[in-house]
């Protein structure tokens, strides 16, 4: 079983459209991420929520916006995709805010032409 | 400005040898420090250390949380190729909570 979970794996998409990536873990954690990974291979978190509460929320464009419907997921929504959002786009989840380490999901590279 | 900061960036090394990455940190309330290793997809946990646990052990894998000089290193011995990834440093700090991850040491062994 995949502990955490994102679809689609791959997303090509054209600038302008408005795009989801889906998260869902299943290890009972109470925190969950989404990071973006560019093309130099730096991670950068962007969001985190802890039961369903927004908790960190980076300087990222208003045109990203996190749906967290439950603690079990994390939707990420993209409205207006612009070239330099192609990235890789990965989930996490941690038992608790403060603590342990963090599960990754496989990842969803987005490339917008 | 980058608050963890990994070296070097890239290291090329032929099987068998012993290889040392470096991370520095700079966070005002420090938590704690992780590994990861990441071949082509999700990078995946390695370690953990904090002040109560500044050394940890995992087979040929070993790392050391020195919090007098801001720094951790992740020991691999007797390299092979399967080491070949990008190791990641990163650092929790309290109050955000946040994982702020260092750019990464990319690893190649050369059979």
């Known amino acids: 079983d995949t502990a955490v979970s994102q679809t689609p794996k791959y997303l090509v998409t054209q600038m302008g459209n408005d795009k989801s990536i889906k998260c869902e873990q299943n290890?009972?954690?109470?925190?969950m991420y989404w990071y973006k990974q560019d093309s130099k291979k730096f991670l950068k978190i962007m969001f985190s929520?802890?039961?369903?509460?927004?908790?960190i929320n980076e300087t990222v464009p208003n045109r990203f916006s996190p749906k967290s419907p439950d603690k079990a997921h994390l939707n990420l929504h993209i409205n207006s995709l612009e070239l330099g959002d192609s990235a890789v786009y990965f989930c996490a989840s941690s038992q608790e805010y403060r603590a342990a380490e963090a599960f990754f999901g496989q990842g969803t590279r987005l490339t917008v032409v | 400005e980058d608050k963890v900061v990994q070296s070097p960036l890239s290291l090329v090394v032929h099987e068998g040898d012993t290889v040392t990455l470096n991370c520095s940190y700079e966070v005002t309330n420090f938590r704690s420090l992780l590994w990861y290793k990441q071949e082509k997809k999700a990078p995946t946990f390695l370690f953990m250390l904090?002040?109560?646990?500044i050394e940890k052990k995992s087979g040929r894998l070993s790392s050391i949380l020195d919090k007098k000089e801001l720094s951790s290193i992740l020991n691999i011995t007797a390299t092979q190729t399967g080491d070949s990834a990008i190791y990641l440093c990163a650092v929790r700090e309290g109050g955000s909570e946040k994982l702020v991850f260092g750019k990464g040491t990319k690893l190649t062994v050369n059979p």
């Open positions: 929520y802890n039961n369903k509460e927004l908790i």
């Open positions: 290890l009972g954690h109470d925190t």
């Open positions: 904090t002040s109560s646990g």
